[in-house]
């Protein structure tokens, strides 16, 4: 794959309400502290990771991501392609909407389309669309993105990706009985019960031209689609195994060559067991530097792609990333001491989803930890 | 990249999840449970053409809006009555979840796209499948576009091989192939 640029970015998450203070924070090894909130009828608590600062509208959110991405000079927007990744577009209005009606009618459903299509028109993006992957919707907006800038569709790509505090959210993974009781979000912990969600704002601007301060370089990418489970992998970790195989395989290179595997670690049994299972069938016993996010910034769903790649990547920039403080007991070698990394390392970061999704990306630093 | 089969499945409002099914099973022997109407409706514009279809094929699948009576479903019960809501339509919410039926009934091993289907969703969605056959990911690309505004139409394009169309509208990329057609009035 041609290599691609994320020339700037912005993030809005528990951290913090903007990318420099969220990866200090990560970098301080500063977690945020959650909310509780019940689930209905069983009124039991679980935590929420709502975004630092503030209250704002989704317009006015969304708005200022573009502006601190795009800059002041960022001219007309008629080569450039917006794609808004998100499984909660605006969700949060029609909960809203539904509570103050007491019902939801047919009429009262809008467009999948209607928040990029809006973007597309206030902004003048050359052309916007919606993509939902479920967890890996960034991860391929990402992707897919890069891939349109490399075949010359388009000069320019701005990644939106955002998850709302949606009680379908929170109330539906309850359901299903993914939330941890504990609020302690513990990926690859022997004794892990589940995972905790995270609100997040995050967009990036993609370019074949670093600019003056780039993030990152995209190197390369897979992503396809694991029919044996709904909402789980494999659980021998072989569509992992194969998914990762495939994406250094497109950035033309081989897991010698990584230096940190991004784990997604959702702290779910299933996917912990299945994301373990494929990194011992790709490396073995001898495995590169491992990290998770997840316990930082909560599981942001959609947008993980984009809001964990922007904070790895600025924090491994500026600061170190943390160790973590149950890596001994963890079932994957993970670091209890603080990681740093070549200026130049290249990363390997998975993501995967409900719908059988999985997606891995090739990642390469851009400047090194000061 | 050109085209190799077309369906275009329609159907009215009073068209029942019933009714989607029996037309289901003329191509399906084993169709998934628990399923909604996008879900269905996915389905059968896929199903119809699954006799043309190889393993390695992507699937990119667009819909104007998620499945109502799910969303109304999971609304009122979170929104109005304080409930949980059913795992099964949570899970079905879930935008891909059509798209996972889709590749899992039809046996694809692609790449499994959902996009919001807007005014310029024919060109998107081919421009999403000819990176992935460029990229020597696939070597077929499976397109379905649903669309129900009291009516609904379901329009299905199978693609194989390299370049460009020029076409932006099932209408044009359908011309002169025999498009498989069912009408569930």
């Given at each position: 794959m041609?290599?691609?640029?994320?020339?700037?970015?912005?993030?809005?998450?528990?951290?913090?309400?903007?990318?420099?203070?969220?990866?200090?924070?990560?970098?301080?090894?500063?977690?945020?502290?959650?909310?509780?909130?019940?689930?209905?009828?069983?009124?039991?608590?679980?935590?929420?990771?709502?975004?630092?600062?503030?209250?704002?509208?989704?317009?006015?959110?969304?708005?200022?991501?573009?502006?601190?991405?795009?800059?002041?000079?960022?001219?007309?927007?008629?080569?450039?392609?917006?794609?808004?990744?998100?499984?909660?577009?605006?969700?949060?209005?029609?909960?809203?909407?539904?509570?103050?009606?007491?019902?939801?009618?047919?009429?009262?459903?809008?467009?999948?389309?209607?928040?990029?299509?809006?973007?597309?028109?206030?902004?003048?993006?050359?052309?916007?669309?919606?993509?939902?992957?479920?967890?890996?919707?960034?991860?391929?907006?990402?992707?897919?993105?890069?891939?349109?800038?490399?075949?010359?569709?388009?000069?320019?790509?701005?990644?939106?990706?955002?998850?709302?505090?949606?009680?379908?959210?929170?109330?539906?993974?309850?359901?299903?009985?993914?939330?941890?009781?504990?609020?302690?979000?513990?990926?690859?912990?022997?004794?892990?019960?589940?995972?905790?969600?995270?609100?997040?704002?995050?967009?990036?601007?993609?370019?074949?031209?670093?600019?003056?301060?780039?993030?990152?370089?995209?190197l390369g990418g897979f992503s396809a689609?694991?029919?044996?489970?709904?909402?789980?992998?494999?659980?021998?970790?072989?569509?992992?195994d194969w998914v990762m195989q495939q994406a250094l395989k497109s950035a033309e290179r081989t897991a010698g060559d990584i230096?940190?595997?991004?784990?997604?670690?959702?702290?779910?049994?299933?996917?912990?067991?299945?994301?373990?299972?494929?990194?011992?069938?790709l490396?073995?016993?001898?495995?590169?530097?491992?990290?998770?996010?997840?316990?930082?910034?909560?599981?942001?769903?959609?947008?993980?792609?984009?809001?964990?790649?922007?904070?790895?990547?600025?924090?491994?920039?500026?600061?170190?990333?943390?160790?973590?403080?149950?890596?001994?007991?963890?079932?994957?070698?993970?670091?209890?001491?603080?990681?740093?990394?070549?200026?130049?390392?290249?990363?390997l970061?998975?993501?995967?989803?409900?719908?059988?999704?999985?997606?891995s990306l090739v990642?390469?630093?851009?400047?090194?930890?000061? | 990249?050109?085209?190799?089969?077309?369906?275009?499945?329609?159907?009215?409002?009073?068209?029942?999840?019933?009714?989607?099914?029996?037309?289901?099973?003329?191509?399906?022997?084993?169709?998934?449970?628990?399923?909604?109407?996008?879900?269905?409706?996915?389905?059968?514009?896929?199903?119809?053409?699954?006799?043309?279809?190889?393993?390695?094929?992507?699937?990119?699948?667009?819909?104007?809006?998620?499945?109502?009576?799910?969303?109304?479903?999971?609304?009122?019960?979170?929104?109005?009555?304080?409930?949980?809501?059913?795992?099964?339509?949570?899970?079905?919410?879930?935008?891909?979840?059509?798209?996972?039926?889709?590749?899992?009934?039809?046996?694809?091993?692609?790449?499994?796209?959902?996009?919001?289907?807007?005014?310029?969703?024919?060109?998107?969605?081919?421009?999403?499948?000819?990176?992935?056959?460029?990229a020597g990911v696939?070597?077929?690309?499976?397109?379905?576009?649903?669309?129900?505004?009291?009516?609904?139409?379901?329009?299905?394009?199978?693609?194989?091989?390299?370049?460009?169309?020029?076409?932006?509208?099932?209408?044009?990329?359908?011309?002169?192939?025999?498009?498989?057609?069912?009408?569930?009035?």
């Amino acid at each position: 794959m041609t290599p691609v640029y994320l020339q700037r970015g912005a993030l809005q998450c528990a951290l913090g309400a903007d990318l420099a203070t969220a990866s200090r924070a990560l970098g301080d090894d500063r977690k945020a502290k959650g909310r509780s909130f019940l689930l209905h009828e069983l009124q039991q608590p679980r935590t929420y990771l709502d975004v630092a600062g503030p209250a704002h509208t989704l317009d006015a959110r969304l708005d200022q991501l573009l502006r601190e991405t795009l800059g002041a000079e960022h001219g007309s927007l008629d080569d450039c392609v917006l794609i808004v990744a998100s499984t909660s577009l605006d969700i949060v209005d029609l909960e809203t909407q539904a509570a103050e009606q007491g019902q939801f009618l047919p009429d009262d459903s809008t467009s999948l389309d209607r928040i990029a299509e809006q973007l597309r028109e206030r902004w003048g993006f050359a052309d916007a669309f919606t993509l939902n992957t479920a967890c890996t919707s960034a991860a391929n907006g990402l992707l897919y993105g890069a891939r349109m800038l490399a075949d010359g569709q388009f000069a320019r790509a701005v990644l939106i990706a955002y998850e709302t505090p949606s009680a379908l959210a929170m109330q539906g993974f309850g359901a299903l009985d993914l939330l941890s009781p504990s609020g302690h979000y513990r990926p690859f912990h022997p004794e892990r019960d589940g995972l905790v969600l995270g609100e997040t704002y995050a967009a990036a601007l993609l370019s074949l031209e670093p600019g003056a301060a780039p993030l990152a370089r995209l190197l390369g990418g897979f992503s396809a689609c694991d029919t044996s489970s709904l909402t789980t992998t494999r659980e021998d970790g072989s569509h992992i195994d194969w998914v990762m195989q495939q994406a250094l395989k497109s950035a033309e290179r081989t897991a010698g060559d990584i230096a940190l595997v991004k784990l997604h670690g959702t702290a779910t049994q299933a996917n912990d067991v299945a994301e373990r299972n494929g990194m011992l069938s790709l490396y073995g016993e001898h495995m590169p530097a491992l990290c998770v996010l997840k316990p930082w910034l909560g599981h942001t769903l959609g947008a993980c792609g984009l809001s964990e790649t922007l904070l790895l990547m600025k924090a491994l920039q500026q600061h170190q990333l943390p160790g973590l403080d149950y890596a001994a007991e963890a079932s994957l070698p993970l670091s209890c001491e603080r990681i740093q990394l070549p200026g130049d390392a290249v990363l390997l970061a998975n993501f995967f989803g409900f719908g059988g999704n999985n997606a891995s990306l090739v990642l390469q630093c851009m400047g090194g930890a000061q | 990249m050109k085209v190799i089969a077309a369906s275009e499945i329609r159907g009215s409002a009073s068209t029942s999840d019933k009714d989607l099914k029996a037309a289901l099973s003329q191509w399906l022997s084993n169709p998934p449970r628990r399923i909604d109407r996008l879900i269905f409706q996915a389905l059968l514009g896929a199903a119809a053409l699954k006799d043309h279809v190889r393993s390695d094929c992507g699937l990119y699948l667009a819909s104007c809006h998620p499945a109502r009576p799910t969303m109304i479903a999971l609304l009122e019960a979170v929104c109005v009555q304080h409930k949980q809501p059913k795992p099964f339509e949570f899970v079905n919410s879930v935008s891909n979840a059509a798209g996972f039926h889709v590749a899992q009934q039809l046996g694809l091993e692609g790449p499994n796209l959902f996009i919001g289907a807007g005014p310029r969703v024919w060109s998107q969605l081919m421009g999403l499948a000819r990176l992935d056959v460029q990229a020597g990911v696939i070597s077929q690309a499976l397109l379905l576009v649903v669309d129900e505004q009291g009516d609904f139409c379901v329009q299905g394009v199978l693609l194989e091989g390299d370049g460009e169309l020029g076409t932006n509208s099932f209408g044009e990329l359908a011309a002169g192939i025999q498009v498989q057609q069912l009408a569930l009035n």
